[in-house]
């Protein structure tokens, strides 16, 4: 299983000097990738603009999107977006796609939210379409475009659409044995679908050392939108080496391809802590 880490891209106040920093960092590893998350209505970075930066700054990480709000857009507007950003960085980008779950990001959209699934599906269908036909431009590192992973909820609509159009499957987080049960459901949509091989399978977990509260502040305030249920999410942060390197071992069990760890506190010695504690496990 390979780690990655997540820019602080959500987190209220981030300055550009401190993802800049934080992009520089993590590209001298032992990250295997760079992810960002995606919200509208909210004070934060847009993700694939923000990679782009990154692919500027970096030479050797994945960048990818964990994930994109994909209806939020345009097929051809993300399809471009995410055709630059490939090309910017070599071919290094995965995108990670989802129909998103907060009703205030479509509102500031004018984008239906109750045809958030329709939507993305129809995207899915015309991205590899717009890339193999150079249409949008510039062309991608490969002919049929990045990597595409469904995010999201676990649910059957998901794992058919990942099954369907996808790569692989990026999970929303939670304990390592959540992430089995999804698993095993996107290996079977995918065995039904008669796909060959199996799905990418990616993992996310939140972390915070130290400043633990400010961390768990975020999380409650980023996840408000599910009700009692932010208090869960928030209850789940990784604030130790041990309880990473236990859910780790958790997530590898489980058929885990990629973890990214998400920073719910944004200041780059978490990153340093990170890194050091990694370079000794990986």
């Given at each position: 299983?390979?780690?990655?880490?997540?820019?602080?891209?959500?987190?209220?106040?981030?300055?550009?000097?401190?993802?800049?920093?934080?992009?520089t960092q993590a590209d001298k590893g032992p990250f295997s990738s760079l992810g960002?998350?995606?919200?509208?209505?909210?004070?934060s970075y847009e993700p694939l603009t923000t990679l782009a930066a990154a692919a500027?700054?970096?030479?050797?990480?994945?960048?990818?999107?964990?994930?994109?709000?994909?209806?939020?857009?345009?097929?051809?507007?993300?399809?471009?977006?995410?055709?630059?950003?490939?090309?910017?960085?070599?071919?290094?980008?995965?995108?990670?796609?989802?129909?998103?779950?907060?009703?205030?990001?479509?509102?500031?959209?004018?984008?239906?939210?109750?045809?958030?699934?329709?939507?993305?599906?129809?995207?899915?269908?015309?991205?590899?379409?717009?890339?193999?036909?150079?249409?949008?431009g510039p062309a991608c590192a490969r002919a049929e475009g990045p990597e595409i992973?469904?995010?999201?909820?676990?649910?059957?609509?998901?794992?058919?659409?990942?099954?369907?159009?996808?790569?692989?499957?990026?999970?929303?987080?939670?304990?390592?044995?959540?992430?089995?049960?999804?698993?095993?459901?996107?290996?079977?949509?995918?065995?039904?679908?008669?796909?060959?091989?199996?799905?990418?399978?990616?993992?996310?977990?939140?972390?915070?050392?130290?400043?633990?509260?400010?961390?768990?502040?975020?999380?409650?305030?980023?996840?408000?939108?599910?009700?009692?249920?932010?208090?869960?999410?928030?209850?789940?942060?990784?604030?130790?080496?041990?309880?990473?390197?236990?859910?780790?071992?958790?997530?590898?069990?489980?058929?885990?391809?990629?973890?990214?760890?998400?920073?719910?506190?944004?200041?780059?010695?978490?990153?340093?802590?990170?890194?050091?504690?990694?370079?000794?496990?990986?």
């Amino acid at each position: 299983m390979q780690v990655g880490v997540a820019l602080p891209n959500t987190i209220p106040g981030v300055t550009g000097e401190l993802l800049r920093l934080w992009a520089t960092q993590a590209d001298k590893g032992p990250f295997s990738s760079l992810g960002v998350l995606d919200r509208l209505a909210y004070d934060s970075y847009e993700p694939l603009t923000t990679l782009a930066a990154a692919a500027a700054l970096t030479e050797r990480i994945k960048l990818a999107t964990t994930v994109v709000i994909g209806p939020l857009r345009s097929a051809g507007l993300l399809a471009k977006e995410a055709a630059t950003v490939d090309a910017l960085s070599g071919g290094r980008l995965t995108l990670g796609v989802a129909v998103g779950a907060r009703i205030e990001d479509y509102q500031v959209a004018g984008v239906d939210h109750r045809s958030r699934g329709k939507r993305l599906d129809e995207q899915l269908a015309q991205l590899r379409s717009f890339w193999e036909s150079s249409q949008v431009g510039p062309a991608c590192a490969r002919a049929e475009g990045p990597e595409i992973l469904i995010g999201g909820t676990a649910s059957d609509q998901a794992f058919a659409r990942m099954a369907r159009y996808a790569d692989g499957y990026i999970h929303g987080g939670g304990p390592p044995g959540v992430f089995a049960n999804a698993a095993s459901r996107a290996r079977a949509a995918w065995t039904d679908m008669g796909r060959p091989g199996r799905p990418r399978l990616w993992g996310q977990g939140y972390f915070a050392f130290g400043d633990t509260e400010t961390g768990i502040a975020y999380l409650k305030d980023y996840y408000a939108f599910t009700g009692p249920f932010a208090e869960r999410i928030a209850a789940g942060i990784l604030t130790t080496p041990q309880a990473i390197k236990q859910y780790m071992r958790g997530y590898e069990d489980a058929g885990c391809d990629e973890l990214i760890l998400l920073p719910a506190v944004a200041d780059v010695t978490q990153l340093e802590q990170l890194a050091e504690f990694l370079s000794l496990e990986l």
